[in-house]
């Protein structure tokens, strides 16, 4: 169990020592910091049969750890969303004798993946809850979220840790001691999702493309190359193209707003900050609003796919950038 989810397990745990555990729980947590950890946690002490910790060894857990518990039913997004036919399953499985007597878990992750069809499935069942249930849904985004869903369901949040516990962490698992402040920053907080990059690769494409950039605001390269290396080095993952230019933009206006170079996540060449500086602060708020809109562009329920900053605005905010 990571650290930082240390404090929603006790709420949880002490919901249901006092007897205020709700029949529904909505996780909330930001993408990458593992919450479909702490849902299965939740899932294997609701049907522990002993009510131990992670350590327990009784039948219910040990089915857990092989990964096929009868009176536990996970639906996950196939594709774009998930649809009715998937929901109405998971309902239904409900329904069945629970094989411990310990009760049934319905566990939804990504649950702001669910269409209309799915969501209204799901609310009727949570309208009338059977006996001895816990329905869970993780998300990422809780304004996709039915707000009839929201007033049936017991809200638990997952707080993003301070960017020192991250650090730590990371360092202790790449058994490393270097900074991943960058890393974090274009990741959102997601420590999970900088492990990957690091696996694959992409962390290393990151301080190239910093070094890059860089290079070409002090004068030392072309803006239109800039533009068409980035590109390049980013082809097949659109997220660290839109993560690099918001964590960009953002710590250009926190050094607009005073913040010394070194408490910046990714841009600390003063002599670049200082060039940068100059841009009129709306410019950059509304940049930045535009990246946040073509990241949000991201597979969902309505279809729409991931885009792409295209090369045009890409140019446009890097010679923005150069030349204000």
């Not at 990458?32 to 009784?58: H, K, P, T, Y």
């Amino acid at each position: 169990m990571y650290s930082w989810l240390e404090n929603p397990l006790q709420k949880y745990l002490q919901m249901r020592a006092s007897n205020r555990l709700s029949h529904a729980i909505l996780l909330c947590a930001p993408e990458g910091i593992g919450s479909g950890v702490l849902a299965m946690e939740f899932a294997r002490r609701f049907l522990c049969l002993r009510d131990q910790g992670e350590e327990c060894s009784c039948h219910s857990c040990m089915m857990l750890k092989g990964a096929k518990h009868p009176d536990l039913t996970v639906i996950e997004r196939t594709g774009q969303s998930i649809g009715v036919d998937a929901l109405r399953k998971g309902i239904n499985s409900l329904v069945s004798t629970p094989v411990n007597a310990h009760g049934k878990v319905l566990l939804i992750k990504q649950a702001d993946f669910m269409t209309v069809q799915a969501s209204n499935a799901l609310l009727k069942t949570l309208e009338e809850p059977a006996p001895n249930i816990l329905i869970i849904l993780t998300t990422s985004n809780i304004m996709s979220i039915l707000p009839t869903i929201l007033s049936r369901t017991m809200r638990i949040q997952v707080n993003v840790p301070s960017v020192a516990e991250l650090n730590t962490f990371l360092q202790r698992e790449t058994s490393s001691s270097r900074d991943f402040s960058m890393e974090l920053a274009v990741s959102g907080m997601s420590p999970l999702k900088v492990l990957e990059w690091i696996e694959n690769g992409s962390d290393t494409k990151l301080h190239k493309c910093l070094e890059l950039f860089v290079n070409v605001m002090l004068g030392n390269g072309d803006i239109r190359k800039l533009a068409a290396d980035m590109e390049a080095l980013f082809k097949e993952d659109s997220i660290l193209l839109h993560g690099f230019m918001y964590a960009l933009i953002k710590d250009v206006m926190y050094y607009q707003n005073g913040v010394l170079p070194e408490n910046l996540r990714i841009l600390k060449n003063e002599q670049v900050l200082e060039h940068l500086a100059g841009i009129d602060p709306e410019s950059l708020g509304q940049a930045a609003k535009k990246v946040v809109m073509l990241r949000g562009a991201g597979v969902g329920p309505s279809g729409i796919k991931n885009s792409f900053i295209n090369s045009m605005q890409l140019l446009c905010w890097l010679e923005r950038l150069k030349g204000y």
